[in-house]
């Protein structure tokens, strides 16, 4: 946020004098304000209904409804509003009143220019900080949920020829400002492949801000993509920034782009090619400077042809494109990758030292691995939390080799995958009722460790608010 003079506000003047009214405004507007003016409570709390307003400059004295009044009613609707009260000759006990009522400051009648426009600049001082104050907040939210959010294994591993291609194109293409486009089959990694990029670029010190546009319906993409105003639509009561804003200086990384409609399309295409856009709702064109990081596992060209995807936004995302391989292609770094897991998930799960049979490692070499990474490392979550000793043996892996015999091994994984997470969390939840909250009791109804539970309840998302603090 930029110093109070370049701060532009939205103020209402509310009096019920023209020609004060029409001079104030004067002077708030060569100051660059927008304003907007009523002349008495209930046409300005019409006003309010319809507009965002930054400051309301308002007179005791109004016909209907006094200015105390209308302060009361407009601070209980819209409690971030200041309030600045026109008071005549300096009367003390109305000037107190209504700072009491909520008023920020006041001004003494008569004043001049000079007098309203220090009144007004001090008021923009003190709006600009509560903006960065809750702009720091909000940005703090998101990196506090990107960090929990991370893909869990926090490293890109592998040694085989392909990987060593990934990751010279991540040397390559990091000191640059042009948009990556990551294809890859869910599961591979994209989003370690865009960390990286990001980790290695010179806005690495900046924002790192993720979207998975796949997740989200038309309206509610929109505005996590590009925020919106205050009253924009139902539930909308208060400004948010979106995730643009939020990266600006910084990366932007949008996963599962192919799945974005078309409308959005047309939007995201002008962001990229002007570097500006309007919330939702709003009228302000916002301008940011982002480095867009793009990723999907649908074959975007397909869905050109087909008429999904548009085409233009296609070429100016596919620019500087990266190919992740799926794990089937790579099985000579399982090995290496297994290793890695396993040593974050004997720390995670309190089982120190956890290892692998070679039976064990057959198992994992020769299975396809439809679900990729991801599926890669909730197979050995699971065997590390059920197998009775240190080392997982094929006894273990059993449930891989009756799964590779499927006629759709690939359906019938994913849907095991799914279906083996969603059963656990149902019988971490009855589990954590029968023992009335009591983790230790829980853990033995299992028959898992404390430490494992409290590991289980942290992925799922199941702990208390107090206890994620």
């Keep these: 946020m930029n110093d109070s003079e370049n701060i532009r506000m939205r103020i209402l003047i509310v009096e019920d004098n023209e020609a004060m009214s029409e001079g104030m405004a004067q002077v708030l507007v060569k100051c660059g304000h927008e304003v907007f003016r009523a002349a008495g409570g209930s046409q300005a709390l019409a006003l309010l209904e319809q507009r965002k307003i930054d400051l309301v400059i308002s007179d005791y004295r109004l016909p209907g409804m006094d200015g105390l009044e209308f302060l009361q009613k407009s601070r ?8 600045m009260m026109i008071t005549a000759y300096g009367t003390i006990e109305l000037a107190v009143n209504a700072m009491k009522a909520g008023a920020w400051d006041f001004i003494p009648k008569p004043f001049d220019k000079e007098t309203l426009k220090l009144k007004v600049d001090r008021a923009a001082d003190m709006i600009g900080q509560k903006r960065r104050a ?3 907040e909000e940005e703090n939210r998101y990196l506090r949920e990107e960090m929990a959010d991370q893909f869990s294994s926090g490293a890109i591993i592998g040694k085989s020829a392909v990987m060593q291609d990934v990751f010279r194109m991540i040397d390559k293409v990091a000191g640059q400002d042009s948009t990556v486009f990551i294809s890859g089959e869910s599961g591979t990694g994209k989003e370690l492949v865009a960390r990286a990029i990001h980790a290695k670029s010179g806005r690495r010190d900046r924002p790192f801000i993720r979207l998975n546009c796949g997740a989200l319906a038309e309206g509610v993409l929109e505005s996590e993509l590009f925020g919106h105003e205050k009253g924009s639509f139902t539930g909308a009561v208060r400004q948010k920034r979106g995730r643009f804003e939020l990266a600006h200086i910084g990366t932007l990384f949008l996963d599962e782009i192919g799945d974005i409609p078309l409308s959005t399309q ?5 962001v990229i090619q002007e570097k500006e856009f309007e919330r939702v709702g709003g009228e302000e064109t916002l301008h940011v400077d982002v480095r867009l990081i793009a990723a999907t596992h649908r074959d975007l060209p397909a869905l050109v042809k087909n008429g999904i995807f548009r085409e233009d936004l296609y070429y100016r995302l596919h620019i500087l494109p990266i190919r992740i391989p799926p794990l089937r292609e790579r099985s000579g770094d399982i090995p290496v990758l297994a290793e890695h897991i396993l040593r974050r998930l004997s720390r995670d799960t309190g089982k120190a030292d956890v290892s692998l049979t070679r039976q064990a490692m ?3 070499e020769s299975y396809p691995w439809p679900g990729n990474v991801r599926e890669f490392e909730n197979v050995l979550e699971r065997a590390v939390v059920l197998c009775e000793s240190k080392r997982i043996d094929g006894e273990d892996l059993q449930f891989l080799r009756q799964e590779a015999k ?7 994984s ?3 995958d799914a279906e083996v997470t969603a059963l ?3 019988i971490i939840r009855e589990s954590m009722a029968r023992a009335r909250g009591v983790k230790a009791r829980a853990a033995a109804m299992m028959g898992i460790k404390e430490g494992v539970l409290y590991y289980k309840l942290k992925k799922y998302g199941l702990l208390s608010e107090d206890e994620k603090a």
């Design 362 to 364: 057959d198992i994992l």
């Design 414 to 416: 994913l849907n095991l």
């Design 134 to 136: 809750r702009d720091l």
């Design 406 to 412: 499927g006629t759709d091994v690939a359906m019938s």
């Design 76 to 83: 209980s609707r819209w409690p971030e509003l200041e309030f």
């Design 266 to 270: 047309v939007k995201l295409l002008r």
């Design 424 to 426: 656990e969390i149902k």
